[in-house]
């Protein structure tokens, strides 16, 4: 293993690029690791030796290897602003995610990104599996250890299931009235079902 | 137009080829034609004139310009089954569309077909203007006719962005726990919110 990382590191460490060309070339070695390995097996000792850098100047370009897989994919997720759903009043949870959701999809930037990633994966299995094991990691298990309810894994899935059919069906398949109905009236309508998939009963 | 179906008839007029090459010949001009004009455009007199048959045996063969399409994109689904599911007994409607989406969905067969067609519509514009033409006119508007509720369209694109979005989460994505959950859990997870987009209040 450490033979394969200096063979790369040496193969192109002579290479003195500016910081836009390296930032493109770990993103380029990142997407190949990832397509490679899924995202729970890809290394980013691998990835940096790939790009001919060093491993820091990932983690000082995009801090984690969350961060870096975001960034690769091009997928607009920000899981920091999970916790801050998560942990205010129970009853209210719902409501909070519906209005997050369904205004984050109304910044054009925002869906366009996201509807990229779910017809990506739609076609390649190995964007799916990258994307299934990215969003257990970095949004089903924390989002559900947050929760603190019983069955919480299984919460977040549904609540996420909603989420996907959102934007298949009104941005993807457009299908109307649900594609030009107001944000206001789309997150009233989904609050009640993030609601009890959260926090109500299941069965 | 009618010079153009003439000219097609006799130019395979000729042919007598037989019933499986004939459906077939009719299947590959409903493709092109569903695909040039989308679903509410296409012409069964072009695709007959193209697949240089009678108009009468398409109808012959597949009943419906629904049924071609269904027959076309490899659609499974049976628009007859709708009926009966809307007009029992309105409290119990979340319940019954769970029971029977989720067991439909067990059947590998028809999982495999939808699986196909939803990945299929992700990746072509083209396939997804058809579904969406498609669903409207022989999902969305006869289920909201039968539902007679206030925004009954809305209800049904709503209920069917959550069926979407389990083919996607279960089966595609394919993340746990919600891929390995049982049936029987499953539907009774997803009953509240059929039952509420259907017949509860949205606002």
């Not at 060309?21 to 030796?49: C, K, P």
């Not at 390649?124 to 559900?144: H, I, K, S």
């Not at 069906?169 to 299908?175: F, H, K, S």
């Not at 109307?176 to 789309?186: C, F, G, N, V």
């Amino acid at each position: 293993m450490s033979s394969e990382r200096g063979d790369k590191t040496h193969r192109r460490g002579g290479r003195r690029p500016g910081a836009t060309t390296t930032r493109e070339a770990i993103l380029e070695a990142a997407r190949r690791q990832f397509a490679q390995r899924g995202y729970d097996r890809a290394s980013l000792r691998v990835i940096a030796a790939d790009a001919g850098v060093d491993q820091k100047l990932i983690l000082h370009f995009f801090g984690t290897k969350q961060g870096l897989f975001i960034a690769a994919v091009g997928l607009p997720l920000d899981p920091g602003t999970i916790p801050t759903l998560l942990t205010g009043d129970p009853d209210t949870i719902g409501q909070r995610l519906a209005r997050v959701v369904v205004e984050l999809f109304e910044r054009p930037d925002y869906s366009e990104r996201l509807i990229g990633v779910v017809r990506a994966a739609a076609s390649e299995p190995e964007l799916a599996r990258m994307l299934r094991e990215f969003l257990t990691r970095t949004l089903v298990q924390p989002a559900a250890a947050l929760l603190a309810e019983d069955e919480a894994e299984l919460r977040v899935t549904l609540a996420h299931s909603q989420v996907i059919g959102l934007i298949w069906n009104r941005y993807i398949l457009a299908i109307e009235p649900l594609a030009s109905m107001s944000p206001e009236a789309l997150a009233s309508a989904l609050a009640p079902t993030f609601q009890r998939y959260l926090r109500g009963p299941l069965r």
